[in-house]
């Protein structure tokens, strides 16, 4: 069973650009979630998406926008970056259909924007 | 808003001793709750999670957790600690009907050989 994988591990960024992340979820997930770790702190939720629809928010700005694929895969993009993006962006995938809710996270990708 | 709170912040204790990690949530519904363990160099791995039944859980590596409804306390316990422990410590909290996980600020473990 091949767990869930994301890329890049580690990205530097300049103020104002624009980052893809990408998120490949654990066999048989079909629901994938972002998180932002910042420094000291725990995740944050970002978004969740199912059927290659965003299902529920946190409090984040529309500049941070995500994708699904029929793989089940996911992006997370962040337009006009700032430094306070700088975190550890997490993915975590999930089966909604075993009722169980538990979600598998990946290592992260480590943003740094300068 | 619902939040969850970790009392302890940094813990740092020798081997064998007995742990109690503090988590506390502030959503009055009815609830999931989770235990996260992220090791050094390593990404987040469920240790423990309640859902109904039983308050008192088990999880992996001996750790098991409480829920207390009364007190929205659902705390981490391991009754002898070893150094390969030493980790940071997430409670979570899942709010029935919602799919987001609202994880508190962490405790840092140190267990000291």
């Known amino acids: 069973e091949t767990g869930v994988t994301q890329s890049p591990t580690h990205l530097i960024k300049t103020r104002g650009q624009q980052v893809t992340l990408r998120c490949s979820s654990q066999s048989g997930h079909n629901t994938v979630s972002w998180y932002q770790q910042a420094l000291g702190q725990g995740p944050q939720f970002i978004f969740q998406y199912y059927r290659e629809e965003e299902n529920g928010r946190g409090n984040f700005p529309p500049r941070f926008s995500g994708l699904q694929f029929p793989n089940y895969s996911s992006e997370l993009n962040v337009n006009a970056l700032e430094l306070d993006d700088s975190a550890l962006y997490l993915c975590a995938s999930s089966n909604r259909q075993d009722g169980s809710y538990e979600q598998y996270f990946g290592p992260g990708t480590r943003l740094t924007v300068t | 808003a619902q939040s969850v709170s970790q009392h302890n912040h940094h813990v740092i204790l020798s081997e064998a001793a007995s742990l109690e990690l503090g988590c506390n949530y502030s959503y009055g519904g009815t609830v999931n709750l989770f235990w996260y363990v992220q090791y050094p160099g390593q990404h987040l791995q469920l240790l423990l999670k309640y859902f109904s039944g039983d308050p008192l859980v088990k999880g992996i590596k001996g750790f098991e957790a409480e829920f207390i409804k009364s007190k929205f306390s659902f705390n981490l316990r391991k009754p002898s600690v070893q150094w390969s422990d030493t980790a940071e410590y997430f409670c979570?909290?899942?709010?029935?009907?919602?799919?987001?996980?609202?994880f508190g600020t962490g405790t840092r473990l140190l267990v000291s050989p």
């Open positions: 979570a909290v899942r709010r029935t009907g919602f799919q987001k996980l609202v």
